[in-house]
C-alpha cells in the first residue's frame, strides 16, 4: 500500500514538472517566424479573435496538425490589412470581430496535411495546397476567417 501510494506520488511530480516544463518550452515553429520577421497578430490587434482550426482536433483532419503552434502570425503588410478591416468593422458594426482559423502554416505542416489526406495525389489539391508548389499561407500571406 506504502509503496503504491509512493509510486503515485511520483508519478503525479513527474507529469506535474513535464506539464511546467513543456509550458514554459518556446514552440520552435512560432520562434522561426518571429526571426522571419512575422508579426503575432493579437500583440498587434487584441481585438481580433484567433483559433487556429490545425491546433485542434476540430478540423478536417479530425486531429491536431500543429501542436505547439497556437498564436496567428502573418506578415506586417498583412496585419495592417487587417487592422484597416477590423477598424471598419469597428466603425460600422460595432462588437463584431474577425476570427482567425488559420494563418501562417508551416511547410513542415503543409506536407504533413498533404500526406494525411487518403486520396489520389491528383485529388488532394482538392483540400489542401500542393506542398510542392508551396501555399500563401507558408510565407504569411493568408488568412482563413
Request: hydrophobic share 40%; proline share 5%.
Amino acid at each position: 500500500m506504502k509503496s503504491t501510494k509512493f509510486y503515485l506520488t511520483v508519478l503525479f511530480i513527474s507529469f506535474t514538472i513535464h506539464c511546467i516544463q513543456a509550458q514554459s518550452t518556446p514552440c520552435a515553429y512560432e520562434e522561426k517566424m518571429k526571426k522571419q520577421g512575422l508579426v503575432e497578430v493579437q500583440k498587434v490587434l487584441p481585438e481580433v479573435f484567433v483559433q487556429l482550426k490545425y491546433a485542434t482536433p476540430d478540423n478536417f483532419m479530425k486531429k491536431d496538425v500543429y501542436g505547439c503552434l497556437t498564436h496567428a502570425y502573418l506578415q506586417k503588410e498583412v496585419v495592417q490589412m487587417l487592422g484597416k478591416a477590423q477598424q471598419y468593422l469597428n466603425q460600422h458594426y460595432p462588437g463584431l470581430h474577425f476570427l482567425i482559423y488559420d494563418a501562417t502554416r508551416p511547410l513542415a505542416k503543409q506536407w504533413e496535411l498533404w500526406n494525411s489526406l487518403d486520396l489520389p495525389v491528383k485529388q488532394r489539391s482538392n483540400y489542401v495546397a500542393d506542398p510542392a508548389i508551396h501555399s500563401i499561407h507558408n510565407y504569411g500571406s493568408a488568412i482563413d476567417l
